[in-house]
C-alpha cells in the first residue's frame, strides 16, 4: 500500500486523463499486452493513440508543407506561421518519442499554440526516425534545416537574427545537440533553447527513475529507445548523443522545463545544474504532479497550456533582445 505521507502529488487533472487514454486504448484495440512490436507498429499506435488530444487546433494564419535540403536528400517540414507579420522570429521545434515513434501530427496541437504564444513561426521538422536511421543521421538533418533557416530567411519572411530551437524529450536531446553542433560552426546563429524534459544522461539509477516508472515512461522504455537510437555501446560516450557528458560553455540562453513525474525529472534537474556550472544563462521549472509527454495533453490538462505559456515567455523574452 502506497504511504499518503511519501506519495508523489498528481495534478488533479491528470486521473481524468488518465482515464482518458485508457478509453482510447481500449477502444483501438490497443490495450493487448504486447511487448514485441516493431518500430512501425509502435509508431501507428503513438500515431492513433494521439489523434484526439490532436484535434481541434487553434487556427493560424498559415501553415505550409515544404522540404528543406538536407545532407541524404530533402527533409519535410512543416512552417506553423501565427500572423501576417514579415520578418517573423522562428522557434525550430523538434518532436518527442524516443528517436523512434512520434511526428508532425503527434505534436501538432501544442505546436500551434506554441507558434501563437511567441509570434514565432515555428518550423517544425519531421527528421528521420530510427532504427532505420540512427544517430547522428536526424541530427545532421536538423542542422542542415536550422542552417536554411537562416541563408535562405527571405524566401520564408523569417528574421534570420531571430532563430530559437525547441523540443520535447528526445526533441529536447536534439536540440541541444544541434546547439552544440553551431556552437562550433555557427556561433551567432541560435538566440536561445527551450528544452522540454529533455533526454540529457544515460543513468538508468538516477532516484527519478527507480521511482517513476508507474507513470507512463519507463526505464525499461527508455533502455530500448536507446538500443534502437545509438549506433553501439560506444555512442553513449559521445557528447551529441548523451548531451549530459558535454562541454556545455558557451551555449546559448537555454531553458529547461521538467515534469514532476516523469523518469527524466532528474535528467532535467542535472542538466540545468551543469548549465548553470557552465555559465549559460537560462533557468529551470518544474511542473509537479504531471507525467513525461504532458505536453500533448492541452485538451484537458490545464499545466500543459502553463508548460507552453513558459516556453514562449521565455523564448519571446530571448528572441526580443536581438530585434533588428
Known sequence: ????????????????????????????????GRTDLTPAEMRARVEAERAWWNADRPELAKIVDTE?????????????????????????????GGWVVGSLETHGRAMHYLALQTGACVVAVDYSLAPEVKFPGALEEIVAVTRHCRDRASEFRFCPARIAIAGDSAGGNLAIATALVLRETDPELLTALGLIYPVAGADFET????????????REG??????????????????????????????????????GLDVLRDDSIGLDARLRTAGVPGHLEIF?????????????????????????????????????
Open 68 to 96: 528543406m535540403p538536407g545532407p541524404n536528400g530533402p527533409v519535410p517540414v512543416r512552417l506553423l506561421y501565427p500572423n501576417t507579420l514579415d520578418p517573423v522570429p522562428v522557434v525550430v521545434y523538434l518532436h518527442g
Open 1 to 32: 500500500m502506497t504511504d499518503p505521507e511519501t506519495a508523489p502529488y498528481i495534478d488533479p487533472d491528470m486521473p481524468d486523463a488518465w482515464g482518458r487514454m485508457a478509453r482510447i486504448t481500449a477502444e483501438l484495440g490497443h490495450d493487448d
Open 222 to 259: 527508455m533502455l530500448q529507445y536507446f538500443d534502437l537510437y545509438l549506433r553501439g555501446p560506444e555512442d553513449y560516450d559521445n557528447p551529441l548523443a548523451v548531451p549530459m557528458k558535454a562541454d556545455l560553455a558557451n551555449l546559448p540562453t537555454t531553458y529547461v522545463y521538467a515534469a
Open 288 to 324: 509537479d504532479g504531471v507525467p513525461h509527454a504532458f505536453l500533448s495533453l492541452t485538451r484537458t490538462v490545464a499545466a500543459s497550456h502553463r508548460l507552453i505559456r513558459a516556453c514562449a515567455r521565455d523564448l519571446s523574452k530571448s528572441l526580443d533582445e536581438v530585434m533588428p
Open 207 to 218: 532516484e527519478s527513475y527507480r521511482s517513476l516508472s508507474q507513470f507512463g515512461l519507463t
